[in-house]
């Protein structure tokens, strides 16, 4: 089995449900994600998920000098940033595409996929 980085990507710019349209589209899309998560669990694919809040509230650290350097805000200026992934455990990469897939559909979102290298 191999870990696998499935990470949504939304848009910088929120409205008042995040990129839902509406309160109830974001309460179905919420709804559905928890379903998968259990799903996630149950088929033995979970290893850890999370939603991150605005990329507003981001601190870059460059620690390579002689002090680190903290920078408020995002480290790069994009029209979208990451907003949520989960890390699963999977045989191989057409099982992380196959429930990255349904992840998607749950979430209403674009899905990225990347495998883990392997050395750790």
Sequence with gaps: MAHYLLSVHGPADMGEF?????????????AETDAFNEQLKADGYWVFAGGLQSASTAT???GRGE???LTDGPYLETKE???GFWV??????????RLAAAGSQACRGKVEVRPFDGLA
């Design 18 to 30: 995040g990129s839902y349209g509406s309160r109830e589209e974001m309460e179905e899309a919420f």
């Design 60 to 62: 870059v650290v460059d």
């Design 67 to 69: 002090a680190p350097v």
């Design 81 to 83: 940033y990451l907003g």
């Design 88 to 97: 699963i455990d999977a045989p191989d990469l057409d099982v992380a595409l």
